[in-house]
T-cell receptor, first 112, second 112 residues
Framework: DAGVIQSPRHEVTEMGQEVTLRCKPISGHNSLFWYRQTMMRGLELLIYFNNNVPIDDSGMPEDRFSAKMPNASFSTLKIQPSEPRDSAVYFC??????????FGPGTRLTVL | AQSVAQPEDQVNVAEGNPLTVKCTYSVSGNPYLFWYVQYPNRGLQFLLKYITGDNLVKGSYGFEAEFNKSQTSFHLKKPSALVSDSALYFCAVREGDYKLSFGAGTTVTVRA
């Protein structure tokens, strides 16, 4: 299996622009997670999907952030409009429910 | 709420020496504990987990961890460290059915 796939690996954008991060989970995993990693706050869970349904979005920082999972093999995290404080590494992870999570390589986002 | 603490920001050891990365936890009920490793510019990789059973858990790359209920600890160990073990290590505890709460991380440097 190719593991969790994320794209793009790096994204540089200007403040106010829309950013879309993409994730393909491991086939057969029906739990999907989006995390944000920063030096100041460490790893934070943004949102959790189970069977394509958002179960817990309490970690989404504000309305500028949205996430979708239209099918079992694809999810997006969108930031609109982006701000410099959104600069971070964003990870997608997937798992069988209750089991260990497998992380993708991450997207390093820089908002200028 | 469940939480973990990693008391050491950095651990430095010589290659061939034993490596220990410390983690303590605070949970209500039975703890589900995990160790992950993050290499530079990579996602987190699962090393091992404790759910129940033997207190000594063996994982990937020669790592093991000892669950100690009386000391509420779950220290990661490797008998003989390699330079390639240099990385950032995270302890995590699962809250409920899915949510992982991560420690701040410990940077391990193994010198040749």
């Amino acid at each position: 299996d190719a593991g969790v796939i994320q794209s793009p690996r790096h994204e540089v954008t200007e403040m106010g622009q829309e950013v879309t991060l993409r994730c393909k989970p491991i086939s057969g995993h029906n739990s999907l997670f989006w995390y944000r990693q920063t030096m100041m706050r460490g790893l934070e869970l943004l949102i959790y999907f189970n069977n394509n349904v958002p179960i817990d979005d309490s970690g989404m920082p504000e309305d500028r952030f949205s996430a979708k999972m239209p099918n079992a093999s694809f999810s997006t995290l969108k930031i609109q409009p982006s701000e410099p404080r959104d600069s971070a590494v964003y990870f997608c992870a997937s798992s069988h429910p209750g089991n260990e999570q497998f992380f993708g390589p991450g997207t390093r986002l820089t908002v200028l | 709420a469940q939480s973990v603490a990693q008391p050491e920001d950095q651990v430095n050891v010589a290659e061939g020496n034993p490596l220990t990365v410390k983690c303590t936890y605070s949970v209500s009920g039975n703890p589900y504990l995990f160790w992950y490793v993050q290499y530079p510019n990579r996602g987190l990789q699962f090393l091992l987990k404790y759910i129940t059973g033997d207190n000594l858990v063996k994982g990937s790359y020669g790592f093991e961890a000892e669950f100690n209920k009386s000391q509420t600890s779950f220290h990661l160990k490797k008998p003989s460290a390699l330079v390639s073990d240099s990385a950032l290590y995270f302890c995590a505890v699962r809250e409920g059915d899915y949510k992982l709460s991560f420690g701040a991380g410990t940077t391990v440097t193994v010198r040749a």
